[in-house]
Structure formats: structure tokens, C-alpha cells
């Protein structure tokens, strides 16, 4: 195989590549180090001994991650206040893997997250999967049912219809920024949960808030804040599989808020404003 067709093998799987690493790490940065870090390997290795290019790829990135996330699980051990994954904005994409999973994975050991995300999110069977982790094929499917068991509850039962899910997004957004608790109240299922990530950057809650009355309170006391310092836009899409609103705030800094909706209702709220996970999101709203 020639450099260059060693080139184009690898950008054919980079795409999925990126999706494993990203879903692996939860970080956008770290994701596209392993990424970059497993096309040097591609590039050293010697192509002879390289009979299933996609399948040395996945190995690859996904011992890389598995690797980084010792390192990535000290820093949010220390991390202040709650923590969330980069998000990803995407019009397009209703992912399987929404927020709420992907905090449940943080829940699991590595090689839980490994398994569960190559077999049941990816589709490789359980001997790919065993050599990507390292582990043998019985050992791998046991890795992927106690995931599966850990994180059954968090898989969307009822994924909600997006126009739907926009026109909540949209309500939320109105009465959250003009201060309209009775209609924000309407929208909020009573257990709902609040989020806020703002990594001791900009300011954000130390700690989730929890219940209806919780929610309202510190919204209430956000929408005055707000009131005299407005978004600057606001574009409602699908952050991580779910509706949410992307917003330039009054500093000019951007900031995700994604809503997790059942029957109706927002269970919960995830709002990251910690300024070095949304450098990514490149264009300004409008």
C-alpha cells in the first residue's frame, strides 16, 4: 500500500474513528489528539502485517482512549462543579448516544464503555471487540450486558419527534430569558434536573439543582440577571441528540443549553458555558 493509499484508507475511516474516540472521552480536544495520534501509528506501521486496515484503526483509537481516560478521570475528580461532555451541534443528527447516556458512561469502568460502545453503538461483533480491549470474546460480551444492565435506563424509550422537541426548546427559551415562571413551570417535569458546567470559568452552579421548585428558583434569579444583559442570538438545533438553544451571551462567549424531554416535559436541563469546550463550535449565532 502506497502512502498515499495509506492516506485515504485512513480518511475513509477517520469519521468513525472521531465518533468512537469522541463518545470514548466525552472531550472534543482529546478525541481529535487519539485520532491524530492513531493515523501516526497508521503511518509507521508496517502495511505487510496490516491484513484488516479498518480493524487496526479501531484497535488503535480504541486503546488510546482507554489509555487517556485514566488521565482524563483524575482532572474531573478535581474538576469544579458538575461535570458535562463537550457538546456537539449537529441540525442533523437524532444520536442514540445523547447526553443522558453519555453521562451514564462515565458510570462505568472503561471497559465497560469500550465494550458497550463498539458492539451495541457501533456494531462489531464480540471477537473485534475483544481485540480492541484486549480481552477475549466471552469476557467482551460480559463487559457489554453489565454496561447494558448500568445504563438501560437512560436509553431514549421514546426519542421526541423534532418538531416538537424544537417548539419546547423554543418555549423554554422564551420564558427562561424573560423571567415567565408560570409558563416555565408548565414545561418542567416536577423531578426535572438542572445542570450548569462551567468548569470555574464563567459563572455556573456548583451543584445540579434538583426538583421543579429548585429550577424555578435559580432561573428566576438568572432571568433578572439577564434582563438587563440579553443574549446576543440564539439558534435552536439538536445538541447531542437532543433540542437545545446555542447562544452568544452579552460577554460575546457562546454557551449550550440541551433539553432531555419525556412525555412532554423537561427531565433535564444540561448547560455548558466552560468556555474551553465550546471553542469547536466555530460559527456565531445568529
Known amino acids: 500500500m502506497s502512502n498515499g493509499d495509506a492516506g485515504a484508507a485512513f480518511d475513509r475511516e477517520r469519521p468513525?474513528?472521531?465518533?468512537?474516540?469522541?463518545r470514548m472521552l466525552g472531550s472534543v480536544a482529546d478525541a481529535e489528539d487519539v485520532v491524530q495520534e492513531t493515523y501516526l501509528r497508521w503511518a509507521a506501521a508496517d502495511r505487510a502485517e496490516v491484513r484488516n486496515p479498518p480493524a487496526f484503526?479501531?484497535?488503535t483509537v480504541t486503546r488510546l482512549c482507554l489509555d487517556q481516560l485514566k488521565s482524563a478521570r483524575a482532572r474531573r475528580e478535581t474538576y469544579w462543579g458538575p461535570w458535562l461532555p463537550d457538546p456537539i451541534v449537529d441540525p442533523e443528527e437524532t444520536d442514540d448516544v445523547t447526553l443522558p447516556l453519555m453521562l451514564a458512561l462515565e458510570r462505568l469502568s472503561?471497559?465497560?464503555r469500550a465494550a458497550f460502545l463498539l458492539h451495541d453503538v457501533f456494531g462489531q461483533n464480540f471477537d473485534e471487540v475483544a481485540a480492541a480491549i484486549g480481552r477475549d470474546p466471552a469476557a467482551s460480551r460480559q463487559l457489554a450486558a453489565r454496561a447494558r444492565d448500568h445504563i438501560r435506563a437512560e436509553r431514549p424509550r421514546y426519542p421526541v419527534e423534532r418538531g416538537r422537541g424544537m417548539a419546547i426548546a423554543?418555549?423554554?427559551f422564551t420564558a427562561s430569558r424573560s423571567g415567565d415562571?408560570?409558563?416555565?413551570?408548565e414545561l418542567l417535569a416536577e423531578d426535572v434536573v438542572l445542570y450548569s458546567d462551567g468548569g470555574g470559568k464563567r459563572p455556573a452552579a456548583g451543584r445540579p439543582m434538583i426538583g421543579r421548585s429548585e429550577v424555578l428558583r435559580a432561573q428566576k434569579a438568572i432571568a433578572r440577571l439577564l434582563a438587563a444583559r440579553p443574549a446576543l442570538g440564539a439558534d435552536f438545533t439538536w445538541i447531542?441528540?437532543?433540542p437545545g438553544i446555542v447562544t452568544i451571551e452579552h460577554d460575546g462567549l457562546p454557551q449550550t443549553t440541551a433539553l432531555a424531554i419525556e412525555d412532554g416535559s423537561i427531565v433535564a436541563i444540561y448547560v455548558v458555558r466552560n468556555p474551553d469546550k465550546l471553542g469547536h463550535l466555530g460559527a456565531s449565532v445568529q
Open 170 to 172: 423554543q418555549a423554554f
Open 57 to 59: 484503526l479501531r484497535r
Open 16 to 22: 468513525m474513528l472521531r465518533r468512537v474516540a469522541y
Open 181 to 185: 415562571m408560570a409558563a416555565l413551570s
Open 110 to 112: 472503561p471497559l465497560e
Open 240 to 242: 447531542n441528540g437532543l
